[in-house]
């Protein structure tokens, strides 16, 4: 945020003023890297009444626009709902604001901001009179703008969104008209009437395609590209377009002038060899289809080999990998390398929650240099890099233009790298976390060995969901349940969750998930930093070793490892849990069932629903042994809040995670629980779990264990860690790639 010693910035001048001082400090004192530093300049609210106050929106446009051409690299936030705040309870006028401030600031180069992402109205499709009034108050145009908006705001009080489901003026409008309604806002109710009626109008079924619903559709991706429509809607639309399709296409069989519609281009869609994460490549996959690319989704856990052969089977135009666990980067450079090897040139497209523009720009992008690789940071950019890099037009200066801007990026990876203090392993381990052992009694669990469940209620795992994690995979961010009131996103979350709770309802009440899991308990001691596990309190011979990493980061807090929360062997007989639970069960078939029916938007709603009941599970099961099975916190009485924000004792790390980034520790983990036979869950070469909705981990008791992550390790501790794992150097490597110090 703009803030100094004289307080908050709110004219343009001071705004750009700290934010340069603050990034000079940071980039010449600090060397913390440009990229990573986003500015706040305050957003204020405008039209207050105050005169000072008129310019504010203005301030912030100009601010942003000179910090994005003065300070490089640097990026601009800004919490939107601000600017509104004088019409805090008159809905629409406050998204008229919100519509025209991001229009503006968008172009002044602002590069995201907290803001409905469901909600904000379509710019140009704002009254013509009220957007007049609102840009005079945002831009400032007049002085006696607010007045004028004030005076005409009650005309729009009423609240539009129900006047646009009860607002049925639109189906007056000739066919092509209500089509391209439909598509905007998602409403399928009459959607086979009106393909229908435009069909009989047209000379062909084709026509229909072609004309109105790629009118429509074209609405849609414009409006998506332009930050004025976001994901949920966007999802919606391709719902609509499906079913007019769906409708379409028998009637197109039989004309059998086969003729087929013209696609913007053609895209291979998988998610890479050992990995089983879909949701963000079919959200991808549905706003690419809604732009008229024809999409091949290869599915999960692909070969590269086969990604290849039907990027040359089908003549495609681009190749777009997903991935959401760090062993998955490994493979996306396995993929470019082969697409080099094997003479392509075509566009390679890489997306998901583990990847990165750095590590697209230092690892993937030198495999392939016989054609662009592109790092896609989310859907809302996905539209805008594949129409640049596909049409002839741009292509070449799209490509270039990444290219330079990759080598940008690996010249500053290696700059940062030589800079940063680190401590050796030896040092490291003198600074480890220490606990005071003595007289200390760690708990025993109320049982040692295996406890499985069969089919855990769905029900109680239900009750237990932290909701926010599900309106953020539909980019609508903000804590549950105050989303759902929240006067900027609640609208949005209130449809999404209308959509989602029914949903959940009918899995639960049809069982169309089965909830499986096991929890395990051993002896279990610390040795340096492996955790040594034995079979029964004898401790004589270890039936297992977990090996735990420490932090290196030169620093005067404690270097730890989660070794450090385990008593060393001879100090006090302590203990260790783990757990693997998963939701997933069925979820593929349900999901596939509305797929089928050409409706995304609830298959994707229904895949999100299983990750949040895998979640659910893992929290409600911690709980339960916390107070049941390990027992050492019987009194514990927490509201689902106070867990979600973890206030209680003892930690639950999942290997893949900081505090323990090396995913093959799920190997002893699964040996241990006998996960596989108990509970149906498969780990791929990757040690990504099918099904996709599980989770697993290790349980700590004591008081002062704590979440933190290991950062970036050094040659010394690759080496001990090879050493206590019975690997080579490079076997490490190729586990730890991303929390590697060095090459
Ligand atoms: C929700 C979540 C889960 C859920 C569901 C995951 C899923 N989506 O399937 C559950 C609870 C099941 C889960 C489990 C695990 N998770 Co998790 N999870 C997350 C979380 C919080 C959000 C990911 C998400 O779903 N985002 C929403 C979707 C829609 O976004 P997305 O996948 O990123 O896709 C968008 C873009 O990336 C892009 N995109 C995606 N693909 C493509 C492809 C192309 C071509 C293009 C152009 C764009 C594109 O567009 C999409 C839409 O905008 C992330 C942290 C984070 N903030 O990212 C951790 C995270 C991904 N999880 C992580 C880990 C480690 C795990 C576990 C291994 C933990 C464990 N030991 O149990 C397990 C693995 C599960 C398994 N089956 O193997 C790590 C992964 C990093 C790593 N170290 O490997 C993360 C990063 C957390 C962390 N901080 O370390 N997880």
């Not at 709110?10 to 700290?18: G, H, P, Q």
């Not at 501790?717 to 490490?732: L, S």
Request: glycine residues 8%.
């Amino acid at each position: 945020m703009a803030f100094d010693e004289q307080g908050q910035a709110d004219t343009a001048r001071r705004k750009v003023e700290i934010c340069t001082r603050a990034y000079k400090l940071l980039t010449e004192q600090v060397n913390f890297p440009p990229e990573d530093i986003i500015f706040d300049p305050n957003i204020f609210a405008i039209a207050t009444g105050i005169e000072e106050h008129n310019n504010y929106a203005i301030d912030f446009i100009e601010a942003t626009k000179a910090i994005k051409q003065q300070l490089p690299y640097a990026r601009v936030s800004g919490g939107v709902s601000n600017v509104s705040f004088s019409f805090r309870g008159n809905e629409p006028v406050r998204r008229a604001i919100h519509g025209v401030f991001l229009y503006h600031a968008i172009a002044a180069g602002m590069d995201m901001g907290i803001v409905n992402a469901g909600d904000l109205p379509v710019y140009d499709d704002i009254p013509r009179e009220l957007r007049d009034a609102v840009e005079d108050v945002v831009l400032n145009r007049r002085a006696d703008g607010t007045e004028r908006l004030v005076d005409l705001a009650p005309k729009y009080k009423g609240d539009k969104a129900e006047a646009r489901v009860v607002d049925l003026k639109w189906r007056d409008q000739p066919v092509a008209e209500r089509l391209a309604h439909g598509l905007v806002y998602g409403i399928t109710d009459w959607i086979v009437e009106d393909t229908e009626a435009a069909r009989l109008e047209a000379v062909r079924p084709l026509h229909v395609i072609e004309g109105p619903l790629m009118d429509g559709m074209n609405r849609v991706g414009d409006l998506f590209g332009a930050g004025k429509m976001f994901l949920p809607q966007v999802v919606k639309s391709a719902r609509v377009m499906k079913q007019a399709v769906a409708h379409l296409l028998p009637f197109m069989e039989a004309e059998k002038a086969g003729q087929v519609r013209e696609a913007n281009g053609k895209i291979i869609m998988a998610t890479v060899k050992g990995d089983v994460h879909d949701i963000g490549k079919n959200i991808v996959g549905v706003v690419l289809q809604c732009n008229n690319y024809d999409v091949i989704d290869l599915g999960v856990m692909v070969p590269a080999d086969r990604i290849i052969d039907a990027a040359v089977e089908h003549k495609a135009d681009a190749i777009g990998l997903s991935g959401l666990i760090t062993p998955s980067l490994d493979e996306m450079v396995f993929v470019a390398s082969e697409m080099q090897r094997r003479g392509l040139n075509i566009p390679l497209l890489i997306g998901g929650a583990t990847t990165s523009k750095t590590h697209t720009a230092v690892k993937i992008e030198p495999a392939y240099q016989a054609g662009s690789t592109t790092y896609v940071l989310d859907a809302s950019r996905a539209v805008g890099v594949v129409s640049h890099l596909l049409s002839p037009d741009t292509r070449d200066a799209a490509a270039a233009a990444t290219r330079a801007d990759y080598i940008k990026i690996r010249e500053q990876f290696a700059r940062g790298r030589e800079t940063r203090p680190r401590a050796s392993l030896a040092d490291a381990r003198k600074n480890s976390f220490a606990i005071d052992w003595t007289g200390y009694q760690p708990p025993k669990p109320s049982f040692l060995g295996l406890k499985t469940f069969d089919d855990y209620d769905l029900a109680e795992l239900a009750a237990n969901i932290d909701w926010s994690p599900f309106f953020q995979s539909w980019d609508l961010v903000g804590r549950y349940p105050q989303i759902l009131e929240d006067d900027v996103v609640g609208e949005a979350a209130r449809a999404l969750w209308a959509d989602a709770k029914p949903l959940l309802d009918q899995i639960v009440a049809e069982k169309r998930f089965t909830a499986k899991g096991v929890v395990g308990f051993w002896p279990a001691n610390a040795q340096g930093d492996d955790i040594v596990v034995y079979a029964d309190e004898a401790r004589a011979a270890p039936i297992a070793t977990f090996h735990t990493l420490r932090q290196q980061m030169d620093k005067s807090s404690a270097n730890s490892a989660l070794s450090d929360f385990i008593a060393p062997a001879g100090v006090a007989p302590d203990y260790i849990g783990g757990f693997a639970v998963t939701a997933g069960h069925g979820e593929t078939a349900f999901a596939a069932s509305f797929r089928e029916k050409g409706d995304d938007y609830s298959a994707i709603i229904v895949a999100a629903l299983a990750d949040r009941l895998a979640e659910a599970f893992a929290e409600r099961l911690h709980e339960r042994v916390r107070k049941e099975f390990w027992g050492y916190a019987p009194v514990e009485a927490l509201t689902l809040e106070d867990i979600l924000a973890e206030k209680y004792e003892g930690i639950r790390p999942a290997p893949g995670y900081p505090a323990q980034p090396d995913h093959t520790e799920k190997a002893t983990l699964f040996r241990l629980l006998e996960a596989t036979e108990r509970t149906g869950i498969t780990l791929t070469e990757s040690f990504a779990m099918f099904p996709a909705a599980a989770v697993s981990g290790l349980y700590f008791s004591h008081p002062k264990a704590h979440y933190f992550g290991v950062g970036k390790i050094d040659r010394d501790q690759v080496a001990d860690y090879a050493a206590r794992k019975g690997w080579d150097v490079t076997e490490v490597e190729r586990w730890l790639a991303p929390i590697l110090a060095y090459g």
